[in-house]
C-alpha cells in the first residue's frame, strides 16, 4: 500500500453539520413524483448500506434527508392530488417513526466517532497553505465529505482498482448470506425498515461487546425477529443488552494450569523419605517444593513457560485500532462541490447487453437496460443488468412497468446506479430526450451514469452524466414538451472515464442480467 496515496482522516462532522448537509438539496416539482419516491427509498438504502460500512455520519445524513423529503416536501408535488401517488407518500410517512429511531440510535455512535477521532490525536498539526489551486480546491470539497471525516484509511480507487473489487467481492457475499437468513423473518419488506438496518446495527454492536458477549447478543437478536411490533423489538434488545453488560463471564488465566501442576508435585516428595530413608537430606527442599520439584517436570517447566511470555509482547503492539476502516475517496466531484464516489462497471457489460439489443439493433429500434449494484467502502459497483419492459421506437426507448423493477430491486438490495441504451441509427450522444431522462436516474443518484451505445458509428460508445451546474438544474426547469427541442445552454453533460470521470471498467468483476420483460 502506497504511503504517498492514502489521505488522512478529518475529524468527523457533528450532528448539527449532518443535518445541515442534509438539507442542502432543492426540491422541484417539474421531476415526476414516482421518481422523488424512488428517491426516498433509495435513500433508505443507502443509509443501510452507509451502516454496514460503518459509515454513520452517511448514514444519518441520508437517513434524515429522507425524513426531510417525506415529511415536508412529497405531500406539496402536484401529482400528490392522485389516488395512486398520495398512496404511495402515505406509505412512506407510516414508517416515518422507524426513520426516527435510527436517527437516534446512530447519534451515540456518530459522537464516539468524534471523542474516538480527538483521542488519537497526538497533538494539533498546523496544515500548511496549499500553493496547488487543485488540490486546495479538492480539500475544500473534501472537508465537507462526512464519508472522509471518520476514523479510516482512505485510498484512491484509480491506484488500487483490483484491492477495490476484491473487496467488494467479499463484502457482497458477506450481504447475500445476512440476506438469505432473513428473507424468512420478514413477510414484506416494503412495510418497515427493520430488514434495512437489522443485520448492521447488530453487526455494530457486536464490534462493541466483548467475544463472550457476541453469543449472548446473537440469541437476543433472533428473538427479536420474532416479534412484530418494532417498538416492542427495540425495547426488549435494550434491556437484553443492558442485562448483558453487568454478567462477567469468568475467565481462567494462563497461569492456572501451571499452578496446578505445581500443586500436585508435592505429592511425590513426601514418598521419598518412606522409600528410601538412606536418603534424607533431601527432605529439606520439601519446605519449598513450588521451586524444587522431582527432577522432570521442573526443565519442562521453564522451558515453556519462559521463552512463551516474551513473544506476546510485540505481538500485541502493532494491533490496528477497532475502529480503523478502509475506504476509498470520492471518484471526483460534482461542478457544485458534492463527492461522488468511484463506480466500478464491468467490462464485458456492453457486450453482453449488444448482444441482447441485438435484434433491436438490426430492426433499428433502440433499447435500453439498467444499470444495478451495490456500495461498498464508499465505492459503487455494478453487478446486475436489468431489462425492464419497455417501448421502443427508432429514436427513443421507454421504460414500463417500473414497479416489477423496483421490487425486484429492493428484494435483491440493489441500487439503481443509471442506464444504458442503444442509438442503431445515430452517432455517440446525449439527446435532449436522453438529457430529460438521464436527470430522473440522476437526481436519485448523483453518480449515475448513462451509456450510449452506437454500434455502427465511432466512437461506438459513451459514459455520461449532467453537469450541475449547469446541465442538472436547467434540465429539471425546462418546460419544452416536444420530444426533441435544442436548449440555450452549451456544457450539459460530461463523459465520466477515469481519468476525467469517477467510472472505471474491471474485467474481474462479475455480474448477472436479470430480463424482466413479459412480451
Request: proline residues 9%; charged residues 25%.
Amino acid at each position: 500500500m502506497n504511503a504517498s496515496s492514502a489521505m488522512r482522516p478529518g475529524k468527523p462532522p457533528s450532528i448539527p453539520e449532518l443535518v445541515a448537509q442534509a438539507e442542502n438539496f432543492a426540491f422541484n416539482v417539474n421531476i415526476p413524483l414516482r421518481h422523488w419516491i424512488r428517491t426516498a427509498e433509495t435513500l433508505c438504502q443507502e443509509a443501510a448500506f452507509a451502516m454496514s460500512d460503518s459509515d454513520y455520519g452517511r448514514a444519518y445524513m441520508m437517513l434524515y434527508r429522507h425524513s426531510v423529503l417525506v415529511l415536508n416536501h412529497l405531500a406539496t408535488h402536484p401529482e400528490y392530488k392522485d389516488p395512486l401517488g398520495r398512496k404511495s407518500v402515505k406509505a412512506l410517512q407510516a414508517r416515518i417513526g422507524d426513520v426516527i429511531q435510527e436517527l437516534e440510535m446512530l447519534k451515540p455512535a456518530i459522537e464516539g466517532s468524534r471523542l474516538e477521532w480527538e483521542r488519537m490525536q497526538p497533538k494539533k498539526r498546523q496544515q500548511p497553505a496549499s500553493t496547488d489551486g487543485a488540490a486546495s480546491s479538492y480539500a475544500g470539497f473534501a472537508a465537507q465529505d462526512p464519508t472522509l471525516q471518520r476514523q479510516t484509511t482512505i485510498l484512491d480507487a484509480a491506484e488500487h482498482q483490483e484491492l477495490a473489487v476484491d473487496l467488494a467481492q467479499e463484502e457482497l457475499d458477506r450481504r447475500t448470506r445476512v440476506r438469505r437468513s432473513k428473507q424468512d423473518s420478514y413477510s414484506s419488506r416494503t412495510t418497515s425498515l427493520k430488514p434495512y438496518f437489522d443485520s448492521w446495527r447488530n453487526n455494530y454492536l457486536n464490534k462493541t461487546e466483548d467475544g463472550d458477549l457476541q453469543q449472548q447478543m446473537a440469541a437476543v437478536r433472533n428473538n427479536l425477529d420474532r416479534s412484530s411490533e418494532a417498538q416492542q423489538d427495540t425495547d426488549q434488545y435494550d434491556q437484553n443488552r443492558s442485562d448483558t453488560r453487568q454478567y462477567h463471564y469468568p475467565s481462567v488465566s494462563k497461569s492456572r494450569p501451571i499452578d496446578l501442576q505445581r500443586e500436585q508435585q508435592p505429592a511425590p516428595p513426601p514418598k521419598f523419605p518412606v522409600l528410601v530413608p538412606e536418603r534424607p537430606p533431601k527432605e529439606a527442599p520439601q519446605t519449598w517444593h513450588a521451586s524444587a520439584a522431582p527432577p522432570l517436570p521442573p526443565p519442562n517447566y521453564n522451558q515453556s513457560s519462559g521463552p512463551e511470555l516474551p513473544p506476546k509482547a510485540p505481538l500485541s503492539a502493532p494491533v490496528v485500532p477497532k475502529k480503523e476502516r478502509l475506504t476509498f475517496k470520492p471518484g471526483a466531484y460534482l461542478e457544485n462541490g458534492d463527492p461522488i464516489r468511484s463506480m466500478f462497471i464491468p467490462s464485458k457489460l456492453r457486450k453482453t447487453f449488444l448482444e441482447i439489443a441485438a435484434k433491436n439493433t438490426a430492426a433499428g429500434l433502440e433499447m435500453c437496460g439498467v444499470l444495478c449494484g451495490s456500495p461498498v467502502n464508499n465505492a459503487l459497483f455494478v453487478r446486475c443488468l436489468i431489462i425492464p419492459d419497455q417501448k421502443c421506437t427508432s429514436d427513443t426507448v421507454e421504460t414500463v412497468n417500473e414497479a416489477t423493477m423496483a421490487e425486484y430491486c429492493m428484494n435483491e438490495d440493489l441500487l439503481v446506479l443509471g442506464w444504458i441504451h442503444t442509438h442503431p441509427t445515430q452517432t455517440c450522444f446525449m439527446s435532449s430526450r436522453d438529457l430529460h431522462t438521464h436527470a430522473g436516474y440522476q437526481i436519485m443518484m448523483p453518480e449515475s451514469v448513462a451509456i450510449v451505445c452506437a454500434p455502427k458509428f465511432n466512437p461506438s460508445y459513451g459514459i455520461f452524466r449532467l453537469t450541475h451546474p449547469p446541465g442538472l438544474s436547467h434540465i429539471l426547469d425546462c418546460k419544452q414538451t416536444s420530444t426533441f427541442h435544442p436548449h440555450s445552454i452549451d456544457n450539459l453533460y460530461r463523459e465520466t472515464e477515469h481519468p476525467s470521470g469517477h467510472v472505471y471498467e474491471s474485467d474481474k468483476l462479475p455480474f448477472y442480467v436479470q430480463d424482466l420483460r413479459t412480451q
